[in-house]
């Protein structure tokens, strides 16, 4: 019984981080599945996102109003951060690097202003209810719902609209798609400051559930680029589902195993299972 | 003289001037100078490790730190075991080579932006198994090297003439048709698979060098602090390479080292008072590099010097 509830347990924590997992990537599938921008400073954006929360929340009081907040900064910062790195967003190494530069900077930035010791956000919804003799806090289940509110809107957006529709021709043919009349540039900016706005968004709604550092975006970007490239590029429900497997997997490990060596084991598998799976659609270049 | 061996001529004689002016340094300075001296060169061989898979054969890997924290460990289980100093290095240089084989077999079955994650997750892994294995790396507390006591300007010149072996060995190889294979994948994979190469071949092979060094540099970094710790293979060490080495130079013998020798100037220069900013200003100075000179310091000066000696033979002629 006792360890039944641990595996349940597990699994409800995997779901709901999962989805949150989705969200982030979700921002990455924008810029480097659809656009085929490989954006390193994803992790950054989202970093920069919980600390917008933690600011906002503490200074102006509402954490409701961080959710808002947050994503349109953070957008932004990537509108910014894609007008200055446009010369080498088409060459797959310069983009690593300059991206990279990108992280440092920002990282560096939030260790020079807040310090390196973590930041703490107390939940906006304090109750909890009581599951397998442990508390559970609603708010992971209701960051969990907008989570997932998001990616239903942003679902709609790309596969429904004209935008999404403008995207995916962006991506097919930029020298036709300037032909047709789309402002490619402008597809661009908008596409980048889309997915960073995702990246802090998802960074706002996990800061009151994590401790608040300068390196949690590097520690989740790796994670958050293997959901996106095994998910499939571009492929939204893929890496949402794939999301969800990464973080249930890794949630039942840590049952049976300590924390990192739990952790090991989730990133071999996912590696094996990308080195594996051959012929994955790839973006250009 | 034709103008390119001319060249040739000036560029050996600036490198034998800047070795030997190094060699002649601790001379000068006091010892914090030498120690911090020391490990720029050991820091320049490292990047040099990741300049010979990036700068000459194209490959953008973060996965140097896997072979550096390798290389450390092996040399202190030598040095613990009473193997000695030689053939500990031997081993080492092994270790890393077998290290980079492996390795560079599982990385090069991916292209692009996969190639990138999969090193990158790979150095993250290597961290996380030494982080979980305290038995064999003494986890984040680490291990003592049992060293006998040196003298600091002894371990410079060890230190410098290991440095000076490999960055010879490193232009033998690259000046090699070995080394010309590798030039040619980086300027065009399919061309050179259609030319007969077997790229992937050479491009494992590229990973095996580059593996022995950066396992050499990791080996002397250890021998030189007397400590190592799972944190040596923390893949923040390869970006350090990767920063060095692009904005000394890719694709250049002397880059990586002043890449290196730049940047530690840089933060010695913002001592503890502006230490903090240093993050910001590497990152602020990669996007630019990267987006205006993309070969470097040494490709500017090569630039600079070869517009400067066409227009003399311009008048000349």
């Known amino acids: 019984m006792e360890l039944v509830s641990q595996i349940l347990f597990g699994l409800l924590n995997g779901v709901t981080w999962g989805i949150l997992l989705a969200l982030i990537s979700s921002g990455l599938n924008v810029i480097f599945g659809l656009l085929g921008i490989v954006n390193v400073a994803h992790g950054s954006f989202y970093m920069v996102g919980a600390y917008l929360a933690w600011l906002i929340t503490t200074q102006l009081g509402s954490f409701w109003l961080a959710l808002f907040l947050a994503p349109l900064i953070v957008g932004m910062l990537g509108i910014l951060a894609e007008f200055i790195l446009k010369p080498v967003e088409q060459n797959h190494t310069l983009s690593v690097l300059g991206t990279f530069g ?17 930041k703490r956000l107390s939940a906006p919804v304090g109750w909890k209810f009581s599951l397998f003799g442990t508390g559970y806090s609603y708010y992971r289940i209701i960051a969990a719902a907008i989570s997932l509110i998001t990616l239903i809107c942003l679902w709609f957006l790309l596969e429904r609209t004209d935008v999404g529709l ?31 706005a995702l990246a802090g968004l998802s960074g706002a709604l996990v800061a009151p559930t994590v401790s608040i550092t300068p390196e949690m975006g590097l520690r989740i970007f790796a994670i958050v680029f293997l959901i996106v490239i095994a998910g499939g590029l571009g492929r939204i429900w893929n890496a949402v589902l794939f999301a969800i497997v990464f973080s249930v997997v890794r949630g039942l490990l840590t049952t049976f195993f300590n924390p990192t060596a739990a952790l090991i084991a989730t990133f071999v598998l996912v590696l094996v299972f990308l080195l594996l799976r051959k012929n994955l659609p790839t973006s250009r270049g | 003289m034709s103008g390119g061996s001319k060249r040739y001529l000036m560029k050996a004689v ?52 896997m072979f550096f924290g390798a290389g450390a460990y092996i040399l202190t289980y030598g040095i613990i075991w009473e193997f000695g100093l030689p053939l500990s290095l031997v081993m080492v240089a092994l270790g890393g080579a077998l290290l980079g084989l492996i390795v560079g077999a599982v990385a090069v079955r991916v292209r692009g932006a996969k190639f990138f994650l999969v090193t990158l997750v790979g150095a993250i892994l290597f961290h996380l198994i030494a982080l979980d294995n305290r038995w064999l790396t ?31 060995v490193t232009f033998a190889i690259v000046k090699s048709p070995v080394g010309l294979v590798f030039r040619m994948i980086k300027g065009d994979r399919e061309r050179a698979e259609l030319l007969g190469y077997w790229t992937d071949g050479y491009r494992i092979l590229s990973f095996a060098i580059g593996g022995a060094i950066a396992a050499l540099a990791g080996g002397l970094y250890g021998y030189t602090t007397g400590f190592v710790s799972a944190d040596f293979f923390h893949w923040s060490y390869s970006a350090d390479a990767v920063v060095w080495t692009v904005l000394g130079g890719s694709g250049t013998i002397a880059g990586p080292f002043v890449g290196a020798a730049l940047l530690t ?17 590497v990152g602020l100075l990669l996007v630019g590099l990267v987006l205006g000179f993309p070969d470097g310091v040494v490709g500017l000066l090569g630039r600079i010097s070869s517009r400067y000696s066409d227009k003399k033979g311009a008048d000349g002629g």
């Not at chain 1, 995207?167 to 960073?196: H, K, N, T």
């Not at chain 2, 049992?146 to 960055?167: A, H, K, M, S, W």
């Not at chain 2, 100037?265 to 503890?272: D, T």
């Open chain 1, 102 to 118: 990108v992280t440092l900077a920002l990282q560096g930035s939030a260790l020079t202003i807040w310090g390196g010791a973590p």
């Open chain 1, 166 to 196: 403008k995207f995916r021709a962006v991506q097919e043919d930029p020298e036709l798609s300037v032909a047709a009349g789309i402002r490619v540039p402008l597809v661009y900016s908008l596409g980048f400051g889309l997915g960073a």
């Open chain 2, 14 to 65: 600036a490198s034998s001037v800047a070795v030997t002016s190094i060699g002649v340094l601790p001379l000068f300075l006091g010892r914090f100078q030498v120690v911090l001296l020391t490990e720029v060169i050991i820091w320049g061989v490292f990047a040099l490790s990741f300049n010979l898979i990036y700068g000459y054969t194209g490959m953008l890997s973060f996965g140097q730190s």
């Open chain 2, 138 to 168: 003494g986890g984040d507390d680490g291990l003592l090297v049992p060293l006998q006591f040196r003298g600091i300007t002894e371990n410079f010149y060890l230190i410098y003439g290991f440095g000076l072996f490999v960055g010879l």
């Open chain 2, 265 to 281: 100037f840089i933060r010695e220069v913002l001592s503890s008072t502006w230490g903090v900013v240093y993050p910001v200003l």
